[in-house]
């Protein structure tokens, strides 16, 4: 089916509704679209790990939670026009085939700064104060062990960050009332004067790693950063320094990091994501009590839902109405002959209909 001349239809990936079709969160943002009566929403019918071209095949706009998207996805994209992630990570997005297919993949920028960082900051502070054990002692009646577990402040301590994005500054920002040392980041796509205006030093990945009592991950996963953290880069760090990745699986060499907590070569881990997702069988850093674990959506509350729908709708509300929209992935698409042909016959199309019940 292509666009019937009266709407601009979204579709929603399946996995935002339960089986009863009953939507799994709070708020997803959708009363973006609510003054624009000329765009439909759908559901997707089932759930599927990698998005089918049947699936998109009526579809303007689709907002994707966890399938990926493939050339597959995309091989049929007659009125196809954008591809929405809801977030900010887009590795399993085949981009190339997207801006090939003339479709835009966008993100969320900047919707999920102040979760990740807040839970960034909670996983610092849980680490260093051991709150998992002593959760346990309490649980187990092992009261009198308390004495082995002392904690240690996040004061006079120091933060490094790979990567040097939205979501790490708002944790330097988050974490500058608690007394710590200038904060140190590596990323080689920022400019030194800029990271000063923030207060941060930039250094190289050796230096960061030894110097660093907390190391956290806020870079995406491409093959740039695939295995950036192995062995080599683990053996700089301090004993008693933590690592910390809410980022996406690959970027650490899990073999490596389990080595390295196994023999006590760093103070412990914090992981919110994983190599292979999702984590269906009991994880092997679960015996590590000085590790702490969460099924990628330690950062996942209310206001974040809202605030990254909110974003992600106005994004496809922008392109609809022939604005550009933010957090674009692959701006040349804009400059291909075919997406603007398409983009501009589905305005077109929209202005020949009229406007009706927009919702499925």
């Not at 292509?2 to 079709?21: K, P």
Request: hydrophobic share 40%; net charge negative; aromatic share 8%.
């Amino acid at each position: 089916m292509t666009f019937d001349g009266e709407f601009f239809r979204v579709a929603l990936t399946a996995d935002f509704y339960d089986t009863e079709g009953v939507c799994k969160f709070k708020d997803m943002g959708l009363e973006a679209f609510d003054n624009h009566a000329h765009i439909k929403t759908s559901v997707f019918d089932e759930h599927r790990t990698e998005i089918g071209v049947d699936q998109v095949a009526d579809a303007q706009g689709v907002l994707v939670l966890t399938p990926e998207v493939t050339a597959e996805t995309v091989s049929a994209s007659e009125d196809l026009l954008a591809i929405g992630r809801f977030g900010v990570g887009y590795d399993s997005v085949d981009v190339g085939a997207c801006t090939e297919a003339d479709v835009v993949v966008l993100i969320t920028s900047g919707a999920v700064d102040r979760s990740v960082a807040e839970a960034t900051v909670g996983w610092m502070i849980a680490l260093t104060h051991h709150m998992r054990v002593k959760d346990r002692l309490v649980r187990t009646g092992e009261w009198d062990a308390r004495t082995g577990y002392m904690g240690s402040e996040l004061r006079d301590r120091t933060f490094g960050a790979v990567g040097l994005g939205g979501i790490a500054r708002e944790t330097v920002r988050l974490l500058g009332t608690f007394g710590m040392n200038p904060p140190l980041a590596f990323d080689p796509y920022v400019d030194p004067g800029e990271a000063g205006r923030l207060g941060v030093a930039l250094v190289s990945l050796k230096e960061l790693m030894a110097a660093s009592d907390f190391v956290s991950v806020h870079c995406p996963l491409t093959r740039e950063t695939e295995g950036l953290i192995g062995r080599r880069e683990l053996s700089a760090m301090k004993r008693s320094a933590f690592l910390i990745n809410t980022a996406r699986g690959g970027i650490v060499d899990e073999n490596a990091l389990y080595d390295a907590l196994e023999s006590d070569a760093i103070g412990g881990a914090a992981l919110d994501c994983f190599e292979v997702e999702p984590v269906v069988e009991p994880q092997r850093f679960g015996r590590f009590d000085n590790v702490l674990l969460a099924p990628h959506s330690v950062a996942w509350t209310d206001e974040l839902f809202r605030d990254i729908g909110l974003a992600a709708c106005r994004s496809m509300v922008d392109l609809s109405l022939g604005a550009l929209p933010r957090g674009v992935i692959n701006p040349e698409v804009f400059d291909r002959r075919g997406f603007q042909e398409k983009w501009a016959r589905l305005r077109r199309r929209r202005d020949r209909g009229g406007c009706g019940n927009r919702r499925a």
